[in-house]
């Protein structure tokens, strides 16, 4: 397997991503977008970009900040992402110059792409699908699910699969049911997991060192739907 | 495979199940109690019973009513389901004899039952569940989550999976999210998976002869819940 640095651009904004692939073979195959929590893209979204690629798929883990930056603490990780979250036309196209670099990559299939990501890296991903990226499918683990646009009927193209701690301090019930709603509307393919006895972050084995009870690593939670998610790609891809 | 009809009782009534195995084997190996949908045992469980014995379990699927008692019609199969309901204890005696009669066959390893169910059967496994019954797992597919009596904490001994039509007109957001919270309180682990544009019945082919239009076939939404099952079988049983 290789992987390695990546940059693109966003406007003036250098990106600094990670690509994983196996070079073993030169056959285009699926690709898949991963986008980090809100701490930045650290090591939690490059080892799942590399156990993506480890299934056959070529995985880049975007960068949401610019220049690979990189927060540890809570409140700077929200502070950080509430700018980045407040005009929903730029945070689109932060996710959407990371896909572009993906599909642009020579051992990709541009017409086999999905996206995935994690706490605002699964708000990215569902913002692509809102936009109407040209994506098989969405998965996102304890992704914020509000939006300040909703989805237009007919507009998403991915199928979705929301993986959700049921326990989820940061995302309640009401904001569960609110995107069902929102999905249904739109006529999308939707299916949402809740996880009993989970937080946020259940699926980052470092989310404890963060210090707040509302963030906790739950590894069955955590198997789960990473095999939830390898079962949806096997549907949406047909096999890597 | 091998299938036939099995007689069991409960008090004076007498129940005719089926079951379903590899008989050219004589490992003892899971067994996985099916019940079926308030119609009574027909065709639907006991094809679901043989897909179980092609993955290498031992499956019955349980009469609800007595005599093998099949109806067609919605209001009279609502009619039979609502007098077997209205005694809990004697709802969960109905399930619990089927479930008797699994783990006594010579083919079944006891330690090592499960109970799955569709539509009113979905309620007896959750109800199994509730009562302590000895299970490693339980799967609803559109079963009722309501009861008359709540799990006590720390009474469930099964994990929990619960697959969900998210415009099933009787199974509303109120009712699953009333489920989450009394199964976290019962500190039960537990899943729901809640399928976009997906109404009751919706593992049934059949559905859509009801002619009520809560009722539909969704062959998306069964198979991906099929393999949901699968995948959680494989988890707490590790493999048949």
Request: contains cysteine; aromatic residues 8%.
């Amino acid at each position: 397997m290789k992987t390695e640095s990546i940059e693109y651009r966003d406007g003036d904004v250098t990106l600094r991503g990670f690509v994983a692939f196996d070079d073993q073979t030169s056959q285009r195959r699926p690709g898949v977008l991963v986008m980090p929590e809100a701490f930045g893209l650290g090591v939690h979204a490059k080892k799942r970009a590399e156990r993506l690629a480890a299934l056959g798929y070529v995985a880049v883990a975007g960068d949401p900040y610019g220049n690979g930056l990189e927060v540890t603490d809570l409140q700077e990780a929200i502070k950080h992402a509430s700018a980045l979250r407040a005009d929903p036309t730029k945070f689109r196209q932060r996710a959407r110059v990371a896909l572009d670099k993906l599909a642009s990559l020579p051992q990709v299939d541009a017409s086999r792409l999905a996206a995935i990501g994690y706490c605002m890296g699964g708000t990215f991903a569902l913002e692509l699908a809102r936009d109407g990226a040209p994506l098989r499918g969405v998965a996102s683990f304890h992704g914020g699910l509000e939006t300040q646009r909703p989805a237009v009927a007919g507009q998403i193209k991915a199928k979705i699969l929301v993986c959700h701690g049921a326990d989820d301090p940061f995302i309640p019930p009401a904001q569960v049911n609110g995107f069902a709603e929102e999905m249904t509307k739109a006529g999308a393919d939707w299916q949402v997991i809740s996880y009993g006895g989970t937080v946020h972050s259940f699926t980052n084995p470092a989310a404890d060192s963060v210090g707040n009870p509302g963030l906790a690593y739950n590894k069955l939670s955590d198997q789960r739907s990473w095999k939830a998610m390898v079962s949806f790609f096997e549907e949406i891809f047909g096999g890597a």
